[in-house]
């Protein structure tokens, strides 16, 4: 346990420094367009080339954008990005959506490493979520929408977020070799404090940088502020060497240690079951819970642009990477119910423990060819493992009553190997650009022999191939405007989870339902078409798409068998379920996306954007639970010298698209402020305002998936908040 040593260090430190002279960083305006088309992305096709120049949809959050925001957290960071949004809030269980497609179907990488995969019944990641990662070191953040399996292999069904993190050069300027920032905020939402500090500095052909972060707070309340306490710390430490060999090639070495700590009162997973027997005699006289995330990861990359007669550019990385989640829940019944021959203080605990092991090399490179032809090509390989382990235990007297472990899952080995080519070609004196694109996957789940339930029978390894094909097309119809047409294949390996998973419950005491494996799931595939426009026109700047996405082989719940059984007498004894995953039949979402930028003056602006999405099961034609409704924002910006502005209104069309039997969700209107200054050359302070008319309402992301009659109380968004930060560079 190392957590107290960020704060101390960056407490220490900040001291130290707060009268350091220096230059600050002016945030952008987070809304300019035309800025944004100029931002440089890797995701569009595994090299750097500007927005505006990459076939395909990518929103793209910025430094600056994460510091005007004031992000704290990792599910405020797509808050103003069309067709992104992310479920779940601080502390709990996180899962990003592209395009109303979540889970592990979008592929998630940070410096060119495969991130954790999620954990949770049906795959919703509702139990560990992803994303485990401290805001405060990320230079850029890209999600390239759409099916992408011909550059990234596995898992890039739906599209790709990828998380490019500081450098020493980011602070750094020609020829210093000291430089760095303090950074201390508070959010009322989550009544959250952190402080952090990042030092860059050089030696030679040695740069080094270094950041320290330490938050401490409590979890988002709901509208009522009803919610069960629980606090949240977390810590950080990020380490970043570049060793420049000469002036076109370098190494770089990156490790990371992230950690959060929840702590609440309530242990709903060991205690759901008895909640409704107080009548019974069965009274929770005390429960706790405690949450600990962590994950590590090392990497080490070799950059050269040097040249030679095989490529142009290229970049070789090794990496390993371990993420862990531990719940231990406790509670006490005070059990008095001599019709059941029970009379006793009981003592429970559960303890689950969620892990997954990475080590991955990714290479790809670059070669023109000659003016026309420019190829890309790589090859990737990779391991993870995954286990989940659940023990419970339980004493009654001092005595031990119950003590039983159980894998929910196998240990898994999935393997993964993949080589790709690309090649862009351009055509009328550059006015045309075309990118095809192919790749080979090769991939294994190895379930390790072991056993099911039956103590006879093995779990099957599943061993396959699949090719992806991508092809895009940028037309420039001006200096300024461009045509885009995009087609991606994406596929994604059978969660191992879903397929090895063998779980027995009884839910009630006239219920019990179990989960079956599955032997032969086959990969599920996307077929992903957009057409898109983009560009300025004087003062005006537009970003606008149309998609439609098919998934096949999509993994559902199905049940297998329903057995009522009877008492002797013949009176109802208990229901008796059985579930297995399976693929099954399309689904097919589509939709439209549109960004717009006015320019009325050089210090203000008027922006909005939108997003359409419309998704149905094939077969049974019911709406999918993961679209979203006509959603967006309208907003006013100001840019002055020492202050920036903007005035933001979010806005929800009711959600009326949605299973028989689900609840529809009201539309709403939420008016945000961003407000940043600059105190001096080096220290900026950053506000940000929340639901400023303190509405209440509720985010359809969040509600997908309950009944009519549900309580959703505990599902509306927090009423007025405001976070500040300040900020100083030297």
């Known amino acids: 346990m190392f957590k107290p040593t960020p704060k101390v260090l960056a407490c220490v430190i900040s001291t130290a420094l707060f009268t350091s002279p220096g230059y600050a960083e002016i945030p952008d305006d987070t809304q300019d367009i035309a800025q944004d088309l100029e931002v440089i992305v890797i995701s569009g096709s595994r090299t750097e080339k500007a927005l505006k120049d990459v076939a395909g949809s990518i929103s793209v959050v910025t430094a600056q954008d994460i510091e005007k925001q004031v992000v704290t957290d990792m599910n405020q960071l797509f808050k103003y990005a069309p067709g992104v949004e992310v479920t779940g809030s601080a502390g709990g269980a996180q899962n990003i959506l592209v395009r109303g497609m979540g889970s592990d179907r979008v592929l998630m990488i940070k410096d060119g490493m495969r991130m954790n995969e999620g954990y949770g019944a049906d795959g919703l990641n509702d139990i560990v979520g992803r994303g485990f990662i401290e805001t405060d070191t990320l230079k850029q953040v890209e999600v390239a929408k759409g099916a992408a399996s011909s550059l990234y292999g596995s898992d890039a069904l739906g599209g790709i977020i990828v998380f490019t993190t500081k450098d020493a050069s980011d602070y750094l300027g020609q020829g210093e070799t000291f430089a760095g920032s303090v950074k201390t905020g508070y959010d009322n939402s989550t009544e959250q404090e952190n402080i952090s500090t990042t030092l860059a500095f050089a030696h030679g052909d040695f740069e080094h940088l270094l950041n320290l972060n330490y938050r401490d707070g409590k979890e988002q309340q709901n509208y009522d502020e009803s919610e069960q306490p629980f606090s949240i710390q977390s810590d950080n430490i990020f380490y970043k060497a570049r060793y420049n060999i000469n002036d076109q090639d370098y190494l770089t070495f990156t490790t990371e240690h992230w950690q959060q700590e929840s702590k609440g009162d309530s242990a709903d997973g060991l205690l759901a079951y008895f909640r409704g027997l107080g009548q019974y005699g069965y009274q929770i006289v005390d429960e706790n819970i405690n949450n600990d995330k962590t994950t590590e990861s ?12 095989f490529y142009d550019l290229l970049n070789v990385s090794l990496y390993k990477n371990k993420t862990i989640q531990r719940d231990q829940e406790y509670g006490q019944l005070d059990i008095n119910a001599p019709m059941f021959g029970t009379v006793e203080i009981r003592d429970m605990w559960k303890t ?12 790809n490179a670059s070669l023109e060819v000659n003016p026309t032809h420019t190829l890309g090509y790589g090859l990737d390989i990779e391991k993870t493992q995954s286990s989940r382990l659940v023990h419970e235990y339980r004493e009654v007297a001092g005595e031990s009553t119950r003590d039983l472990t159980d894998e929910k899952f196998p240990k898994t080995d999935t393997s993964r190997t993949g080589i790709f080519i690309n090649d862009e070609i351009t055509l009328l004196d550059g006015q045309l650009t075309l990118t095809p694109g192919l790749r080979f996957d090769r991939y294994s789940m190895d379930p390790n022999g072991a056993l099911k339930a039956d103590g006879i029978s093995r779990f099957s390894k599943i061993d396959e191939n699949h090719t992806s094909f991508n092809f895009g097309a940028l037309y420039r119809l001006s200096d300024d405007i461009s045509l885009f047409a ?37 990969p599920e595939e996307s077929d992903s078409y957009e057409l898109g426009l983009r560009g300025t026109l004087g003062d005006f700047a537009f970003n606008t798409a149309i998609f439609y996405t098919k998934y096949d082989q999509f993994l559902a719940t199905t049940l297998t068998d329903s057995e009522s059984v009877m008492n002797n007498d013949g009176s109802f004894a208990y229901q008796h379920d059985t579930f297995q995953y399976q693929n099954i039949d399309a689904v097919t979402i589509k939709g439209i996306e549109a960004a717009l930028n006015y320019d009325l003056s050089n210090e203000i602006n008027v922006f909005f954007n939108a997003s359409y999405q419309h998704g149905k099961d094939d077969e049974t034609d019911e709406y999918i639970e ?23 209104l979010n806005w929800a069309n009711k959600m009326t698209k949605v299973p028989e039997g689900k609840s529809e969700i009201a539309g709403y209107g939420s008016l945000d402020l961003l407000m940043s200054y600059q105190l001096t050359d080096e220290i900026v302070v950053n506000l940000s305002a929340t639901n400023l008319t303190d509405k209440e309402y509720i985010r359809y992301v969040n509600a997908n998936g309950h009944s009519e009659g549900d309580s959703k109380k505990h599902l509306t968004e927090a009423g007025r908040a405001f976070a500040v930060s300040a900020k100083m560079t030297f």
């Open 298 to 309: 090392y990497q080490l990359n070799y950059h050269s642009e040097s040249g030679t007669s």
């Open 352 to 363: 689950s423990r969620y892990q997954q092991d990475t080590v991955g090399f990714r290479s």
């Open 486 to 522: 995009q087609y991606g294949q994406g596929f994604k390996v059978p969660a191992y989870d879903l397929a090895y998973i063998e779980h027995y419950n009884q839910a009630s005491s006239n219920y019990i339902y179990e989960v079956i494996p599955s032997d032969d799931l086959s």
């Open 626 to 648: 993961t679209i979203s409704p006509l959603s967006g924002i309208a907003g006013l910006g100001y840019m002055g010298d020492k202050l920036n502005a903007e005035l933001i």
